[in-house]
Protein backbone atom coordinates (compact mmCIF):
# COMPACT_ATOMS: atom_id res chain seq x y z
CA UNK A 1 0.00 0.00 0.00
CA UNK A 2 2.83 2.55 0.59
CA UNK A 3 4.05 1.69 -2.47
CA UNK A 4 1.41 2.33 -4.40
CA UNK A 5 0.50 5.83 -2.96
CA UNK A 6 4.03 6.97 -3.37
CA UNK A 7 3.63 6.15 -6.83
CA UNK A 8 0.55 8.38 -7.15
CA UNK A 9 2.17 11.12 -5.01
CA UNK A 10 4.85 11.83 -7.54
CA UNK A 11 2.93 12.23 -10.69
CA UNK A 12 0.86 14.48 -8.86
CA UNK A 13 3.79 16.96 -7.46
CA UNK A 14 5.39 16.76 -10.95
CA UNK A 15 1.95 18.22 -13.10
CA UNK A 16 2.02 20.95 -9.54
CA UNK A 17 5.92 21.64 -10.43
CA UNK A 18 5.13 22.25 -14.05
CA UNK A 19 2.27 24.23 -13.50
CA UNK A 20 4.05 26.70 -11.12
CA UNK A 21 7.25 26.90 -13.76
CA UNK A 22 4.88 27.34 -17.00
CA UNK A 23 2.91 30.29 -14.88
CA UNK A 24 6.10 31.82 -13.59
CA UNK A 25 7.48 31.88 -17.75
CA UNK A 26 4.30 33.07 -18.81
CA UNK A 27 4.62 36.22 -15.84
CA UNK A 28 7.99 36.69 -17.09
CA UNK A 29 7.59 36.87 -21.03
CA UNK A 30 5.64 39.99 -20.92
CA UNK A 31 7.63 41.30 -18.40
CA UNK A 32 10.89 41.31 -20.61
CA UNK A 33 9.16 42.66 -23.68
CA UNK A 34 7.78 45.82 -22.57
CA UNK A 35 11.11 47.70 -22.14
CA UNK A 36 12.33 46.76 -24.97
CA UNK A 37 9.00 48.77 -26.74
CA UNK A 38 9.68 51.16 -24.36
CA UNK A 39 13.28 51.34 -25.07
CA UNK A 40 12.57 51.53 -28.85
CA UNK A 41 10.55 54.56 -28.30
CA UNK A 42 12.92 56.05 -26.56
CA UNK A 43 15.60 56.12 -28.79
CA UNK A 44 13.46 56.85 -32.22
CA UNK A 45 12.64 59.74 -30.39
CA UNK A 46 15.84 60.79 -29.14
CA UNK A 47 17.47 60.43 -32.84
CA UNK A 48 14.70 62.38 -34.84
CA UNK A 49 14.94 65.73 -32.09
CA UNK A 50 18.37 66.62 -33.48
CA UNK A 51 17.82 66.16 -37.12
CA UNK A 52 14.89 68.87 -36.84
CA UNK A 53 17.31 71.30 -34.88
CA UNK A 54 20.13 70.90 -37.72
CA UNK A 55 17.51 71.64 -40.60
CA UNK A 56 16.52 74.79 -39.32
CA UNK A 57 19.95 75.89 -38.37
CA UNK A 58 21.25 75.21 -42.02
CA UNK A 59 18.89 77.48 -43.86
CA UNK A 60 19.00 80.25 -41.02
CA UNK A 61 22.90 80.26 -42.08
CA UNK A 62 22.61 80.05 -45.49
CA UNK A 63 19.86 82.13 -46.27
CA UNK A 64 21.56 85.69 -47.79
CA UNK A 65 19.23 88.71 -49.60
CA UNK A 66 19.96 89.68 -53.44
CA UNK A 67 21.61 92.97 -52.15
CA UNK A 68 24.40 91.05 -49.48
CA UNK A 69 24.99 88.38 -52.80
CA UNK A 70 26.02 91.95 -54.80
CA UNK A 71 27.62 93.20 -52.25
CA UNK A 72 30.27 89.85 -51.85
CA UNK A 73 30.61 90.38 -55.52
CA UNK A 74 31.63 93.31 -56.07
CA UNK A 75 34.15 92.86 -53.22
CA UNK A 76 35.51 89.76 -55.00
CA UNK A 77 35.82 91.60 -58.51
CA UNK A 78 37.13 94.64 -56.46
CA UNK A 79 39.88 92.65 -55.37
CA UNK A 80 40.11 90.85 -58.57
CA UNK A 81 41.30 94.54 -60.18
CA UNK A 82 44.03 94.81 -57.15
CA UNK A 83 45.52 91.65 -58.13
CA UNK A 84 45.60 92.24 -62.02
CA UNK A 85 47.17 95.80 -61.34
CA UNK A 86 49.75 94.42 -58.57
CA UNK A 87 50.77 91.78 -61.49
CA UNK A 88 51.46 94.55 -64.09
CA UNK A 89 52.89 96.86 -61.88
CA UNK A 90 55.42 93.86 -60.63
CA UNK A 91 55.70 93.48 -64.72
CA UNK A 92 56.92 97.05 -65.44
CA UNK A 93 59.42 96.89 -63.04
CA UNK A 94 60.77 93.74 -64.55
CA UNK A 95 60.42 95.02 -68.30
CA UNK A 96 62.25 97.95 -67.22
CA UNK A 97 65.10 95.98 -65.32
CA UNK A 98 65.62 93.95 -68.44
CA UNK A 99 67.10 96.83 -70.03
CA UNK A 100 69.34 98.35 -67.83
CA UNK A 101 72.78 98.33 -70.20
CA UNK A 102 71.06 98.43 -73.07
CA UNK A 103 72.61 101.51 -75.75
CA UNK A 104 71.04 105.01 -75.79
CA UNK A 105 70.01 106.01 -79.43
CA UNK A 106 68.10 108.94 -79.79
CA UNK A 107 64.49 108.31 -81.36
CA UNK A 108 64.42 104.21 -80.16
CA UNK A 109 61.65 102.80 -78.51
CA UNK A 110 63.96 99.00 -78.63
CA UNK A 111 64.28 96.12 -78.10
CA UNK A 112 67.41 97.28 -77.87
CA UNK A 113 68.19 100.69 -78.13
CA UNK A 114 66.22 103.13 -76.67
CA UNK A 115 66.16 106.98 -75.62
CA UNK A 116 64.31 108.04 -72.41
CA UNK A 117 60.56 108.69 -73.84
CA UNK A 118 61.75 105.25 -76.23
CA UNK A 119 61.79 103.15 -72.88
CA UNK A 120 58.85 104.00 -70.98
CA UNK A 121 56.77 103.75 -74.11
CA UNK A 122 58.52 99.98 -74.90
CA UNK A 123 57.69 99.28 -70.90
CA UNK A 124 54.04 100.44 -71.17
CA UNK A 125 53.28 98.61 -74.08
CA UNK A 126 54.65 95.35 -72.88
CA UNK A 127 53.34 95.40 -69.22
CA UNK A 128 49.90 97.41 -69.30
CA UNK A 129 49.68 96.90 -72.86
CA UNK A 130 49.13 100.78 -73.62
CA UNK A 131 50.97 102.92 -76.14
CA UNK A 132 52.11 106.08 -75.31
CA UNK A 133 53.51 109.12 -77.44
CA UNK A 134 57.26 109.05 -78.17
CA UNK A 135 57.94 112.46 -76.40
CA UNK A 136 58.51 113.02 -72.48
CA UNK A 137 56.57 115.76 -72.50
CA UNK A 138 53.82 114.29 -74.47
CA UNK A 139 53.39 111.44 -71.83
CA UNK A 140 53.65 113.20 -68.84
CA UNK A 141 50.17 114.90 -70.23
CA UNK A 142 48.39 111.62 -70.73
CA UNK A 143 49.36 109.81 -67.94
CA UNK A 144 47.39 109.96 -64.11
CA UNK A 145 49.66 112.58 -61.78
CA UNK A 146 50.21 111.32 -58.41
CA UNK A 147 52.45 112.52 -55.46
CA UNK A 148 55.77 111.64 -53.81
CA UNK A 149 53.55 109.69 -51.25
CA UNK A 150 51.39 107.73 -53.21
CA UNK A 151 53.95 106.53 -56.00
CA UNK A 152 54.11 103.31 -57.00
CA UNK A 153 56.99 100.70 -58.56
CA UNK A 154 55.27 100.94 -62.47
CA UNK A 155 54.84 104.86 -62.47
CA UNK A 156 56.71 106.95 -64.75
CA UNK A 157 58.70 109.72 -63.67
CA UNK A 158 59.51 113.39 -65.33
CA UNK A 159 62.18 116.03 -64.97
CA UNK A 160 61.22 118.93 -66.80
CA UNK A 161 63.09 122.15 -64.85
CA UNK A 162 65.19 124.37 -65.96
CA UNK A 163 65.10 123.52 -69.45
CA UNK A 164 65.93 119.50 -69.09
CA UNK A 165 63.35 116.97 -70.51
CA UNK A 166 63.67 113.58 -69.15
CA UNK A 167 61.73 110.40 -68.26
CA UNK A 168 62.26 107.00 -66.28
CA UNK A 169 60.39 104.15 -64.46
CA UNK A 170 59.92 103.83 -60.81
CA UNK A 171 61.65 100.56 -59.49
CA UNK A 172 60.91 101.69 -56.08
CA UNK A 173 63.21 102.69 -52.78
CA UNK A 174 63.63 105.98 -54.71
CA UNK A 175 65.15 104.44 -57.25
CA UNK A 176 64.39 104.43 -61.47
CA UNK A 177 65.74 103.17 -64.97
CA UNK A 178 65.79 105.45 -67.51
CA UNK A 179 67.77 105.76 -70.98
CA UNK A 180 70.11 108.85 -69.83
CA UNK A 181 72.73 109.60 -73.17
CA UNK A 182 74.76 107.78 -75.15
CA UNK A 183 77.72 107.09 -73.11
CA UNK A 184 75.70 105.18 -70.16
CA UNK A 185 73.18 104.10 -71.50
CA UNK A 186 69.94 102.53 -69.82
CA UNK A 187 71.24 102.89 -66.05
CA UNK A 188 69.64 103.11 -62.35
CA UNK A 189 69.54 106.49 -60.81
CA UNK A 190 68.11 108.03 -57.58
CA UNK A 191 64.92 109.95 -58.43
CA UNK A 192 65.05 112.83 -55.67
CA UNK A 193 68.60 113.03 -55.27
CA UNK A 194 71.68 114.69 -57.16
CA UNK A 195 71.18 116.04 -61.12
CA UNK A 196 67.88 114.60 -61.31
CA UNK A 197 66.10 115.38 -57.74
CA UNK A 198 67.14 119.27 -58.59
CA UNK A 199 64.87 118.82 -61.66
CA UNK A 200 61.51 116.21 -60.60
CA UNK A 201 58.57 117.82 -61.66
CA UNK A 202 56.25 115.15 -61.09
CA UNK A 203 54.70 111.24 -61.57
CA UNK A 204 52.54 109.88 -63.73
CA UNK A 205 50.23 106.70 -63.12
CA UNK A 206 49.79 104.48 -66.00
CA UNK A 207 47.08 101.88 -64.52
Request: glycine share 8%; proline share 4%; hydrophobic share 45%.
Amino acid sequence: MLSATRRRVIPASFLVTAGLTAGLLGATIPAQAAPVTATSTVVATSVAAPTVVTTRSVNVATAITPAQAAARRAVVAKRLAAARIAHKRVLAVKVAKSKIGARYRAGMSGPSRFDCSGLAMYVAKHAYGRSLPHYSRAQFAVTKRVSKRQLRPGDLVFFFKRGAHHVGVYIGRGLMVSATNPRTGVTVDAVFSGWYGSRYSGAGRLV
